[in-house]
């Protein structure tokens, strides 16, 4: 299992920023995806998370109706479309899936800061 994020970076409060997670080494489109993320000396927390089937999705209630979490199988990718940024939306952003014997994947992070 291999996840790949990309897309963050420096951007301005009120700014946006699209992250993509790419998957591989599973059957994508059958697993649900999240987005989490962690600031240093906190733990890591939910952002986002879809479902695999229906594409339900569910939001942490700091991110609610400003991020939208999404997922086009076709290319074993899940995204994280961020508005509104804020500074207190800093922190690495990663994508997380668990298998089918409960093991969780994680990527290796993608910084995103908010700052004028």
């Known amino acids: 299992v291999q996840l790949v994020e990309s897309g963050g970076g420096l951007v301005q409060p009120g700014g946006s920023l699209r992250l993509s997670c790419v998957a591989s080494g599973f059957t994508f489109s059958t697993f649900a995806m999240s987005w989490y993320r962690q600031t240093p000396g906190k733990e890591r927390e939910l952002v986002a998370h879809i479902t695999s089937v229906s594409g339900s999705t569910n939001y942490a209630d700091s991110v609610k109706g400003r991020f939208t979490i999404s997922r086009e199988n076709a290319k074993n990718t899940v995204y994280l479309e961020m508005n509104s940024l804020k500074p207190e939306d800093t922190a690495v952003y990663y994508c997380?899936?668990?298998?089918?014997?409960?093991?969780?994947?994680w990527g290796q992070g993608t910084q995103v800061t908010v700052s004028s």
């Open positions: 997380k899936v668990i298998n089918m014997f409960g093991n969780a994947y």
